[in-house]
């Protein structure tokens, strides 16, 4: 689907524009949408914007890395926007060709962010501040503002995950543990792309609109630059609650080895000396003491009391 909207030379608003018969030089500026389009709407941009070939074919190719690409009289990027369904995070393309007198958006799953700065266009009274680029930075803060939630809802896991509130067995704590990092991997490669992207537009000479707005988008570029170290210092916790929860495994795994050493080593005298007299030969005189079987049970018992004493005194049973 197809939408158009356009700013006259008067400042008036005008919208459900027919793309096949509007006369794009009437406008002060316009902004068409591409939603979920078809392959027939796709060709528009080649026959009615005469957009590059190279740019057509990274919007037809899904997920291209966040870049910028300049054009005689518009620049190219490519965005994403981030999507969580069922503790998956998925990834979605939006493009964007921006001119001093267009600005053409294209995206293949509908996007909340674009229809949000639609919406608020299309009831605006006084148009004179908008223009391409604003509409630019407002999609774009759109898209950036709704990482947070995603980051705060993983802190938030996180924190379930150290504090362990539900009693969880550690291997579940373990494996959500890795889910959570790989959900920070694959924000990291969104958010960083991102960062550099709005790097460049900020440092380049060419984009004398960003230049204008530049307060705008170094807003952005600083809520990414805090998206960044926020994933970054997550993924270090995760590193973290990760050594912590494998060093307390091997405590405990040592502490088992503990009590299991201390019992072979009271037992081993004793079973040495009960093998000892299971053997079956016949000239063994203790066999024939009237009070041998006392005398080795008492024997016993007191190598055991006495290696209980000497394992408690070097500290094993602290």
């Known amino acids: 689907m197809i939408n158009f909207i356009a700013i006259t030379n008067e400042n008036n608003l ?6 096949y018969h509007a006369d794009l030089s009437k406008y002060k500026w316009f902004w068409v949408d591409f939603n979920e389009p078809t392959n027939e709407e796709i060709k528009h941009l080649a026959y ?33 926007i981030i999507r969580e369904v069922e503790k998956e995070i998925y990834k979605e393309e939006l493009d964007f060709f921006v001119g001093e007198k267009f600005i053409v958006t294209f995206h293949r799953m509908p996007s909340k962010e674009v229809t949000q700065v639609w919406d608020r266009l299309s009831v605006q009274k006084n148009t004179e501040k908008w223009d391409t680029f604003y509409v630019f930075y407002q999609i774009l803060d759109k898209i950036v503002d709704n990482y ?25 704590l373990m494996n959500e543990l890795f889910d959570t990092r790989s959900m920070l991997l694959n924000l990291r490669h969104t958010v960083n792309p991102m ?39 997550n993924r270090e916790v995760t590193a973290d609650i990760r050594d912590s929860y494998l060093s307390l495994n091997s405590h405990q795994t040592n502490n088992v080895m503990k009590v299991l050493t201390i019992i072979t080593s009271i037992f081993a005298p004793l079973t040495f000396i009960a093998g000892i007299y299971g053997m079956n ?17 008492g024997f016993m018992g007191v190598i055991g009391v006495l290696m209980y004493l000497w394992f408690k005194r070097k500290g094993w049973f602290k």
């Open 48 to 80: 009615t914007f005469q957009f590059h070939p190279l740019a057509i074919e990274d919007c037809v190719q899904r997920l291209q890395r966040p870049k910028l690409d300049y054009y005689d009289d518009y620049t190219f990027y490519v965005t994403h």
């Open 281 to 297: 030969f016949e000239n063994m005189p203790e066999l024939t003491w009237k009070y041998g079987y006392f005398l080795s049970l």
């Open 195 to 233: 960062r550099d992207l709005l790097y460049r537009m900020l440092n380049s000479h060419h984009l004398s609109g960003i230049r204008e707005k530049r307060e705008y988008f170094s807003d952005i570029y600083d809520h990414l630059l805090k998206l960044s170290e926020m994933v970054m210092s």
């Open 14 to 19: 005008e919208t459900n524009i027919n793309l």
């Open 148 to 172: 947070f939630p995603l980051i705060y809802k993983i802190e938030d896991e996180l924190n379930k995950i150290e504090h362990n509130t539900t009693k969880k067995s550690m291997t579940d």
